[in-house]
């Protein structure tokens, strides 16, 4: 079996890019891929145009050697657009070779673990104006498990736009709601807040110290991932689980966290880490932690079906991410998906990835000028999304 083509799609959903990647072979199977950056597709894009030559006429089943090629021969090897190039190809390589031996990827990984993968969701996805209220929505409906995205309680603060997020503001503001979200549901549901990379060292000791008897699953990010040594400082001043890891690209960047126990749980996105070949490997250095996987799933449906291939196999797993968005992505571009029971996804049948990706209509779903909402504080000073 060859590689004959290698195709490249920037489909906008959901007000958002994806950068899809077909890599076609001369037995007429077919493999689907995503890189996941979440922005800046053309430079993956691009990506594919510089290695598209050497990957032609190659075994699509020699995947592990091709993922090395790919993320290795630049010299400068690997970085952000390069792990997240790799991981769509290694995607797609591993959806031919499940198609090829006619069996679903976590055959190929060794089996399953478990019979079916549970999943927590994001507070806004129940209705509602306060956290508390979203958080009893979504129990109301069997969610188990909810995370939720600091705000500021400026009504004038968006998630989605340009926004001012000032850090102290959001601390104080963040921690009320969780304190109410608990008293409402009470102590059997799992809660946990993505601080998404927003606070110093000394905010997030804060707010750790803050929501301390509201007893957190994890605080997921609460400062820039750079840096270990941050971390191992703010670790010295609180005992909250940390998880991390969604933003990092190849399997290096997370040996400090996991060896030197920063990260509680390992937050792998599958589609920037270097795809199955790379996250089963990370896993391993989890699993030799007694750490579990969380992984990063908002990518799109691609992300989300190869995660689940990805936990009905690996033993150390402890939740995956439901992106609740998931639910408004066209069936016309996407006619096959991983499909939601209550709050988990049963171990799927179809061989590869079990994903189909319409490649007719992505023309219907041009691009859309989307940018990641640029967030600055009242001072006028940048900070981070
Ligand atoms: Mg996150």
Same mark, same amino acid.
């Given at each position: 079996?060859?590689?004959?083509?290698?195709k490249s799609f920037i489909v906008?959903i959901n007000?958002k890019n994806l950068m899809v990647v077909k890599v076609?072979?001369?037995?007429?199977?077919y493999g689907i891929g995503q890189g996941g950056t979440t922005?800046?597709e053309?430079?993956m894009?691009?990506?594919?145009?510089?290695?598209?030559?050497?990957?032609?006429?190659?075994?699509?089943?020699?995947?592990?050697?091709?993922?090395?090629?790919?993320?290795?021969?630049?010299?400068?090897?690997?970085?952000?657009?390069?792990?997240a190039t790799t991981s769509a190809i290694d995607l797609a390589l591993w959806d031919i070779?499940g198609k090829?031996?006619?069996?679903p990827i976590?055959?190929?990984?060794?089996?399953?673990?478990?019979?079916?993968?549970?999943?927590?969701?994001?507070?806004?996805?129940?209705?509602?104006? $306060?956290?508390?209220?979203? +958080?009893?929505?979504?129990?109301?409906? %069997?969610?188990?498990?909810?995370?939720?995205?600091? *705000?500021? /309680?400026?009504?004038?603060?968006?998630?989605?736009?340009?926004?001012?997020?000032?850090?102290?503001?959001?601390?104080?503001?963040?921690?009320?709601?969780?304190?109410?979200?608990?008293?409402?549901?009470?102590?059997?549901?799992?809660?946990?807040?993505?601080?998404?990379?927003?606070?110093?060292?000394?905010?997030?000791?804060?707010?750790?110290?803050?929501?301390?008897?509201?007893?957190?699953?994890?605080?997921?990010?609460?400062?820039?991932?750079?840096?270990?040594?941050?971390?191992?400082?703010?670790?010295?001043? $609180?005992?909250?689980?940390? +998880?991390?890891?969604?933003?990092?690209? %190849?399997?290096?960047?997370?040996?400090?966290?996991? *060896?030197? /126990?920063?990260?509680?749980?390992?937050?792998?996105d599958i589609c920037n880490v270097?795809g199955f070949?790379?996250a089963?490997?990370?896993?391993?250095?989890?699993?030799?932690?007694?750490?579990?996987?969380?992984p990063h799933t908002p990518q799109g449906p691609i992300c989300l079906a190869a995660s689940v291939h990805l936990?009905?196999?690996?033993?150390?797993?402890?939740?995956l991410e439901?992106p609740?968005e998931t639910?408004?992505v066209p069936s016309?571009l996407f006619p096959r998906q991983p499909?939601?029971?209550?709050?988990?996804f049963?171990?799927p049948?179809f061989?590869g990835l079990g994903i189909e990706f319409n490649e007719?209509?992505a023309?219907?779903y041009?691009?859309?000028?989307?940018?990641?909402?640029?967030?600055?504080?009242?001072?006028?000073?940048?900070?981070?999304?």
């Open positions: 079996m060859k590689i004959t083509d290698i906008g007000n076609e072979t001369d037995n007429g199977l922005t800046r053309e430079a894009v691009g990506m594919i145009k510089h290695i598209r030559h050497f990957l032609i006429g190659k075994d699509p089943r020699r995947i592990e050697d091709i993922n090395q090629e790919i993320y290795r021969s630049q010299y400068y090897e690997g970085g952000t657009i390069i792990s070779l090829h031996l006619n069996t976590w055959q190929l990984l060794g089996g399953a673990s478990r019979n079916h993968v549970t999943c927590y969701i994001d507070g806004p996805a129940g209705s509602g104006n $306060t956290f508390a209220d979203q +958080a009893a929505n979504l129990v109301k409906t %069997g969610w188990k498990t909810i995370r939720f995205t600091p *705000e500021t /309680g400026d009504p004038l603060f968006r998630q989605d736009k340009d926004s001012i997020f000032e850090p102290w503001e959001s601390i104080g503001w963040t921690a009320k709601q969780m304190k109410s979200v608990r008293n409402k549901v009470g102590p059997d549901i799992k809660l946990a807040v993505d601080y998404h990379h927003r606070l110093n060292v000394a905010q997030a000791a804060f707010f750790c110290r803050e929501v301390e008897d509201v007893g957190l699953l994890f605080l997921e990010e609460p400062i820039r991932s750079e840096s270990p040594q941050a971390y191992a400082a703010l670790r010295q001043m $609180t005992p909250m689980p940390f +998880a991390i890891g969604e933003e990092f690209s %190849g399997i290096y960047v997370f040996a400090p966290f996991i *060896e030197q /126990g920063l990260a509680n749980y390992v937050r792998l270097g070949t790379a089963r490997k990370v896993a391993a250095m989890a699993e030799a932690h007694y750490l579990d996987i969380v936990c009905s196999a690996i033993h150390n797993f402890a939740i439901y609740w639910a408004k016309d499909q939601l029971e209550k709050d988990h049963l171990l049948q061989p007719e209509v023309s219907h041009p691009p859309v000028p989307w940018e990641a909402p640029h967030f600055r504080r009242r001072d006028g000073s940048f900070t981070n999304y």
